[in-house]
């Protein structure tokens, strides 16, 4: 489902004219199969966001190459990643990004408005998700009026609406307290049984990382293969 | 993303700062309703004098007032007079020429001399002389007089002195009237009769247009000409009737390569044209600086709108708002707010303009001490003018519009969510 070829990425920093390209990942070849839950971890600054970035379309790698549902996304303009997204993946953010000034029912339903489906259509297909995932009594509450978890259902029913076959998650407990962060997990083992979802998810929570069928571990911009892993936590215990 | 969903999001969107989208629209109304204003006053002036122009006078008139002759001009003989009628497109053709002497019915008498235009009547009639009541002459011992005819009658004393209180006021129409035409003799320098007529008065010819005109004049058939003035015709004046607005300057074009010396109201209008229309794109090219400042203000509005609405912006385009939607709708809000700008512009400047109509006679009264023209127009807004005056507007609120709308669509998805993803 998602194949990652040589994947480099560099950053530029300091001032115009003395900037200097800092490495953040060095080579990554991965591949998620379909059905399948990875999970990457790794410490801050190690690269995993990067990674969940450039196989987001939010950042264009420095080389390597992308491919995700069969497509070569790799130099895709901003536009084709537009779309690609629309039709093939949800995102589950950190801190929910919800639009404030937006419903929980308006927010959800937001994907589908920029599909273009019919207002009629809409209303069904959204109330039947909110309902799914337990907060249809809250379709009128704006976000400030959420729990955190509440807030992390709505992020996710907006990033399953368009029922993608991709759903990319970067921290996505980052903010819930410790039951919240369970009955998250139990919904996310759920989706991938029932809808069969392709899921990567980033996180530096060995709880979140335990819902996985494969577990891969950044360190330095590298990814470290589940032999190399177990070397390295025999050092590094 | 539907057009409806585009217009719900622009509503929300402008419904979020109130006022300064109000503002916003309000300096667009300004600037709208202030080209719309200035460029008025030439439309309404232009409209003013053309009416002025044409108020007695008939638009496919053609006068002919001699015949070329190298460097010199000729007056009209009947020859030149008769050779006129062969032109194509002419609808009628008045040849008057003017007789004075006194009138007389019963004991009444005219105040002054009356004037007597000796012309076809028929030929009038189909020029555009309207009657106020009776019909035309149908004989040579039949006439029309002037709506004052009645006026300039009066009575006299033993000593022949017109007494003024004494004017005529009974019915015309079916009287007999005396004229006793008079001719100037400069050999003995006094008036000799030439003819003494006996008229029944069968209509009246209808009020002037311009109030302060006064008509006591009669009119005599072409057939009074050989007892009026013998062999030798006086100078003519000679109208020339087109039969249709469009051939006006076809039929002067004609007349002119025949050696006509010509002039139709139409040439001047068309002069005046000319100068208004310099005038109006001058006017137009100054108002539209004023929308140009407004757009400054919806430049401002849509650069903090994008700026604060950034990270919803963000959002929205992480989810997988195609930049060209983001684009579309920002570019609708400036077009929304230029609408808006418009359309209560354009009521204001319709109202304004109502406003100075009429407020600025009664101030040019005073300061000119006169009555200003009849029907004076300052300030005159056509369809075209709003037309043209929307479309600027509009077409500046857009422009103003499309810098903040691309710089929406450049918006890191990554900066615009603070790197939370």
Same mark, same amino acid.
């Given at each position: 489902m998602i194949h990652l070829q040589q994947i480099e990425h560099a950053f530029k920093l300091g001032r115009k004219g003395n900037e200097r390209l800092v490495p953040v990942l060095k080579g990554i070849d991965l591949t998620v199969n379909k059905g399948e839950i990875v999970t990457l971890i790794g410490r801050s600054g190690s690269g995993k966001s990067t990674l969940l970035h450039i196989v987001g379309g939010f950042l264009r790698p420095t080389s390597g190459k992308v491919r995700i549902a069969d497509q070569d996304v790799t130099s895709y303009s901003e536009t084709q990643w537009a779309d690609f997204r629309r039709n093939h993946m949800g995102v589950v953010f950190q801190n929910f990004q919800?639009?404030?000034?937006?419903t929980a029912y308006e927010n959800t339903e937001l994907p589908l408005v920029l599909q273009g489906i019919a207002p009629n259509e809409r209303r069904r297909q959204t109330l039947t998700l909110l309902e799914q995932l337990g907060i249809a009594s809250y379709a009128d509450h704006y976000p400030s009026e959420l729990s955190g978890g509440q807030q992390q259902r709505v992020g996710i029913a907006r990033s399953l609406i368009l029922n993608p076959p991709i759903l990319l998650a970067d921290e996505p407990t980052g903010s819930l307290d410790s039951e919240n962060e369970a009955q998250f997990l139990q919904l996310l083992q759920s989706l991938n049984r029932e809808r069969n979802i392709t899921l990567l998810i980033i996180t530096h929570d060995d709880k979140v990382a335990s819902i996985g069928n494969r577990t891969m571990r950044i360190e330095d911009g590298l990814l470290l293969q589940p032999a190399e892993q177990s070397k390295l936590e025999v050092l590094q215990p | 993303m539907k057009f409806k969903d585009k217009l719900k999001f622009v509503r929300q969107n402008m419904s979020k700062n109130k006022s300064r989208v109000f503002m916003t629209i309000l300096a667009t109304a300004m600037g709208c309703s202030f080209l719309i204003m200035i460029a008025s006053v030439a439309f309404g002036l232009q409209q003013s004098l053309i009416d002025d122009l044409l108020q007695d006078r008939n638009i496919t008139e053609i006068q002919v007032h001699a015949l070329k002759n190298g460097d010199t001009y000729d007056n009209l003989k009947q020859a030149d007079i008769d050779a006129?009628?062969?032109? +194509?497109?002419?609808k009628a053709m008045s040849v008057q020429r003017m007789s004075q002497g006194t009138t007389s019915l019963g004991e009444y008498q005219s105040l002054n001399n009356t004037q007597a235009i000796v012309s076809n009547f028929q030929q009038e009639m189909k020029a555009g002389l309207e009657l106020e009541e009776g019909r035309a002459p149908?004989?040579?011992?039949e006439t029309v007089v002037g709506y004052h005819f009645a006026k300039s009658l009066t009575k006299r004393d033993a000593n022949n002195v017109a007494l003024a209180n004494e004017i005529y006021n009974g019915k015309l129409i079916g009287e007999t009237i005396v004229f006793k035409a008079t001719e100037f003799n400069p050999d003995t320098n006094k008036e000799v009769v030439v003819g003494e007529f006996k008229l029944t008065i069968v209509g009246i010819l209808e009020k002037?247009?311009? +109030?302060w005109m006064e008509s006591a004049l009669l009119y005599l058939s072409d057939n009074y000409n050989d007892k009026l003035f013998g062999e030798e015709l006086p100078q003519a004046n000679v109208k020339v009737i087109a039969d249709g607005a469009d051939n006006v300057v076809k039929v002067s074009n004609e007349l002119r390569e025949k050696n006509y010396s010509v002039y139709s109201v139409a040439d001047t209008i068309k002069e005046m044209d000319l100068v208004f229309l310099v005038m109006k794109i001058g006017l137009i090219f100054v108002g539209t600086i004023a929308v140009l400042i407004a757009s400054i203000g919806i430049y401002n509005t849509m650069t903090m709108a994008v700026t604060e609405r950034s990270q919803d912006i963000g959002i929205m385009k992480a989810i997988g708002a195609n930049p060209r939607t983001i684009r579309s709708i920002f570019l609708l809000e400036s077009f929304g707010i230029g609408l808006l700008g418009v359309m209560i512009g354009t009521i204001v400047s319709y109202g304004l303009s109502a406003l100075i109509n009429a407020a600025v006679p009664p101030i040019l009264a005073n300061v000119l001490d006169g009555k200003p023209p009849e029907n004076f127009m300052f300030s005159s807004i056509p369809i075209t003018l709003t037309l043209v005056s929307a479309g600027i507007s509009l077409g500046v609120a857009v422009l103003s519009g499309m810098r903040p709308a691309a710089r929406a669509t450049r918006i890191d998805v990554l900066r615009a969510l603070r790197r939370d993803i």
């Open positions: 919800l639009i404030p000034s937006m | 006129i009628q062969n032109i +194509e497109h002419i149908a004989n040579d011992n002037p247009d311009r +109030e």
